[in-house]
């Protein structure tokens, strides 16, 4: 009755089949509040035996140099060892051109990769990835100048070797320098707690969520000992741009909501930072492992070359697809299944809108003009045509001489958008050359006038 069809299918989950050709990635985009100032990039994975092989997707394995190999699981299947790369196709090395990627894909930090946005892994592959496929979901992380929406958060210490940190604080723990408020200035609340300019949103629940963004406290230079995320747009510096700058290595992460179950600590939406810093004060093995459990996304930002920071707002989206689920909500009735509701407020067709007559009518053409003897629409030599395009199903067109006398009209009443004059008068002769009125007469709607002029030729009868 309302021409409405909605098709539902099922979906998978990020890592559910990872051999799938997507692997539950759908896409991601960056938007710019003012599209002339794109300040904000990130550090690119390039896949190597390098640092910068930050993303481990793929399915490079190097038994000599296992610091650089993609990340897999091992099965045993008829007595012999099979490797399960987690990502074959590489879709999470597109997620902005590799400057984001899930905490499962993200490379960690070893004696031998010392530049890493994670710590060494505290977890085993297999409960990596499924949690990965629970809690990995679609988000969108605004950076943005209005102090009323930024997030409380805590600050990591990116710099590996605890002897050249601040306060020799370990890599991936609470910065050891006082926490600041929005301005960047000592708050008087302890230590490692600052502000990240923005908020994420969990898309699938509509919920805000924790975050945490790191600095290398080594790189004040690149703003790393400042207790505030604000990275520079240095890649690499130093002699022949060997040393890693990164920016600072201001990392940002999202942290889901969990329920995590057993021993461990379950991470709530956003509470301004306060479970992770427990967590990361608490520093035992397993209140590690359930911080890292919880995180979601990682980023590796970086400011465009001559581009000022924070010159307009920002939005990332992050997609995954999952799967269509029942999940506790504080909505009553449905028994907890997805339900969705929609509307036709704004698809609904108008009538008598002046604008839209108008633009309409405006469409109306007539091609090639002006015409100088010939047109591409013509398959002869004795063919002369043009064509009066952009109509309505019903109309009628009148075609007048300079003179205003009748020359040609035409009722049209089909489905094609155009008609074709083939340039000959009501008796069926060819017009002279000159000036020429087309009036169209849309039934209800309105009129359209044209002008056209054109230059016909003598008859070339070479050919016959």
Request: aromatic fraction near 12%; charge should be negative; hydrophobic fraction near 35%.
């Amino acid at each position: 009755e309302y021409g409405i069809s909605v098709t539902i299918k099922q979906s998978i989950n990020p890592f559910e089949h990872y051999s799938n050709p997507i692997n539950g990635f759908i896409n991601a985009t960056i938007s710019f509040e003012d599209s002339t100032k794109q300040w904000l990039t990130g550090v690119p994975d390039v896949d190597g035996q390098i640092d910068q092989n930050w993303i481990r997707s793929g399915t490079f394995k190097d038994p000599n140099n296992i610091n650089y190999n993609d990340y897999f699981q091992s099965f045993i299947v008829n007595g012999q060892s099979v490797d399960s790369f987690f990502d074959p196709n590489q879709e999470y090395e597109k997620v902005l051109n590799g400057t984001w990627a899930p905490y499962v894909m993200a490379s960690y930090g070893t004696a031998n990769v010392k530049n890493a946005p994670t710590p060494q892994s505290v977890l085993p592959n297999s409960l990596k990835l499924s949690d990965a496929e629970k809690y990995l979901h679609s988000i969108d992380i605004v950076i943005t100048n209005d102090k009323s929406k930024w997030t409380r958060c805590p600050v990591l210490e990116a710099q590996y070797d605890n002897t050249l940190s601040e306060g020799n604080a370990g890599f991936m723990n609470l910065r050891a320098a006082p926490s600041v408020d929005k301005n960047g200035n000592p708050d008087g609340t302890g230590n490692g707690m600052g502000w990240f300019p923005g908020y994420a949103i969990d898309l699938e629940t509509g919920k805000r969520l924790n975050m945490a963004f790191a600095e290398d406290s080594w790189l004040a230079g690149e703003n790393g000992r400042d207790m505030k995320w604000n990275p520079t747009s240095t890649l690499y510096d130093g002699v022949f741009g060997s040393e890693t700058r990164w920016g600072g290595k201001h990392y940002v992460y999202v942290f889901a909501e969990t329920e995590l179950g057993g021993a461990f600590t379950d991470m709530p939406a956003y509470d301004e930072g306060q479970t992770i810093q427990a967590l990361l004060q608490s520093g035992t093995a397993m209140d590690i492992r359930s911080l890292w459990r919880s995180c979601m996304w990682v980023g590796i930002p970086l400011v465009e070359e001559g581009e000022d920071f924070m010159s307009t707002d920002v939005r990332i989206r992050l997609r995954v697809s999952r799967r269509y689920e029942s999940f506790a909500t504080g909505h009553v009735g449905n028994n907890d299944n997805p339900m969705y509701g929609f509307g036709l407020t704004d698809l609904a067709t108008l009538t008598n809108d002046e604008m839209a007559i108008d633009s309409a009518l405006a469409m109306i053409n007539v091609v090639p003009n002006p015409y100088y003897s010939t047109s591409e629409y013509e398959v002869g030599q004795l063919d002369t045509r043009v064509k009066i395009t952009n109509l309505p199903e019903e109309c009628t067109i009148q075609i007048y001489n300079i003179n205003g006398t009748l020359v040609r009209s035409y009722n049209k009443a089909d489905s094609k958008t155009s008609l074709d004059w083939d340039l000959k008068n009501h008796a069926g002769i060819p017009i002279a050359g000159g000036v020429y009125l087309i009036h169209v007469t849309v039934p209800n709607v309105g009129e359209r006038t044209l002008k056209w002029f054109g230059v016909m030729r003598p008859t070339d009868l070479n050919g016959f």
